[in-house]
Nanobody, 115 residues
Framework: QVQVVESGGGLVQAGGSLRLSCAAS????????LGWYRQAPGKQRELVAG???????NYADSAKGRFTISRDNAKKTGYLQMNSLKPEDTAVYYC?????????WGQGTQVTVSS
């Protein structure tokens, strides 16, 4: 059984920073791809950033230059450093991890950016 838990969300003023964490636990040998997604009220869930097991990264245009995704394979943990936050970054942020052929989601963490 695999569990994925996000943490690090909160309320921040525009221009501020947050660091999200995604910890996977359970019967895990290794994590393949890891991705951060977000869903704002009334909108579809969208990919923010992804990182492969080899460390290759990709970002949504809205995240480029402001967000940095990283991972610690030994800790089975992923991170999303978010700088220069904007009110439009307000959303629930979800972590998705791929282990073998299966994908697992966390419960999400709320990020609210005030103007």
């Amino acid at each position: 059984q695999v569990q994925v838990v996000e943490s690090g969300g909160g309320l921040v003023q525009a221009g501020g920073s947050l660091r999200l964490s995604c910890a996977a636990s359970g019967s895990i040998s290794s994590i393949n791809n890891l991705g951060w997604y977000r869903q704002a009220p009334g909108k579809q869930r969208e990919l923010v950033a992804g990182i492969t097991s080899g460390g290759r990264t990709n970002y949504a245009d809205s995240a480029k230059g402001r967000f940095t995704i990283s991972r610690d394979n030994a800790k089975k943990t992923g991170y999303l450093q978010m700088n220069s936050l904007k009110p439009e970054d307000t959303a629930v942020y979800y972590c998705n991890v791929k282990i073998g052929l299966r994908a697992y989601w966390g419960q999400g963490t709320q990020v609210t950016v005030s103007s």
